[in-house]
């Protein structure tokens, strides 16, 4: 066991060496891109945890805030309890809606509700839902540029920067008029290590801007179905049918005046 270690570290330090080593027979250009790609891969990683982090969470709170909406009777309840929950995109559409339904149905006089919205004035509600949809998903997509830029971008980075290097190597060899092994090996070897730091950049960016895309269709097709549902719940108990009645029995809600 100790002798495996042991060969483990000796394993662990020759590799170290080499890439020190490599990196000093680098060109300046080459380690110019190498520390770009860094650059790269350390936003890169931040969008990619960031976004798992407020997708994960995005999810999490739709599923409870879905179970609560279907649970209220009248679709306005939530939104008449002033409750919050912030960081869910189903409650920013739904409260968006919500303060255009109440905008519609608020009598100026003393402070209450219609007992029906027209046909006109739901043809706000929704359009104001379809911007809440837009806007949200733009949230939820903001930051995935970064990672199709590494993805796209990286690899060609790392290219450049081999073609760079070999044929600065070449060159000196050129001058030098010695063709061997041993003058070729390290300029070369110094030229690869940026294809590879491109592609180390770019092949976990690939996988979790797939992953991300993938989630985000997913959470962009909840609002869609979500804004839908809701406009329906409001068409039912506030739309008046072509005989000027609502669906069902319409209520008032008389909103109490704060003192100033």
């Given at each position: ?121 739901m043809e706000h509600v929704k359009r104001t839902l379809e911007n809440a949809v ?38 000196h060899i050129a001058q030098q008029g010695t063709a061997t092994l041993a003058a ?28 991300l895309v993938h989630t985000l269709r997913v959470l962009t097709v909840e609002l ?37």
């Amino acid at each position: 066991m100790n002798g495996y270690c042991l060969f483990a570290f000796v394993g662990t330090a020759s590799r170290k060496w080499e890439l020190v080593y490599i990196w000093e027979q680098a060109t300046p250009e080459g380690k110019a891109i190498i520390v770009v790609l860094i650059i790269f891969s350390i936003l890169a990683w931040s969008v990619m945890i960031s976004k798992a982090v407020q997708m994960r969470r995005a999810k999490k709170l739709n599923q409870y805030f879905t179970a609560e909406f279907r649970a209220q009777k009248r679709v306005l309840e939530m939104f008449d309890r002033r409750i919050q929950a912030e960081g869910c995109p189903l409650f920013a559409v739904y409260q968006a809606g919500c303060i255009e339904l109440d905008a519609r149905l608020r009598l100026p006089e003393d402070g209450g509700r219609r007992k029906h919205i027209s046909l006109k004035g739901m043809e706000h509600v929704k359009r104001t839902l379809e911007n809440a949809v837009a806007q949200e998903s733009l949230k939820l997509e903001s930051g995935l540029i970064l990672l199709a830029i590494a993805v796209s971008g990286a690899p060609f980075l790392g290219l450049l920067g081999t073609v760079w290097g070999v044929m600065s190597t070449f060159g000196h060899i050129a001058q030098q008029g010695t063709a061997t092994l041993a003058a070729m090996a390290p300029g070369v070897a110094a030229a690869l290590i940026t294809t590879v730091a491109g592609l180390l950049v770019a092949i976990p960016s690939m996988f979790g801007y797939n992953w991300l895309v993938h989630t985000l269709r997913v959470l962009t097709v909840e609002l869609d179905n979500f804004a839908q549902e809701l406009v329906s719940r409001m068409e039912t108990e506030y739309l008046q049918d072509e005989n000027g009645e609502t669906q069902i029995e319409p209520y008032r809600v008389q909103v109490e005046q704060s003192e100033p």
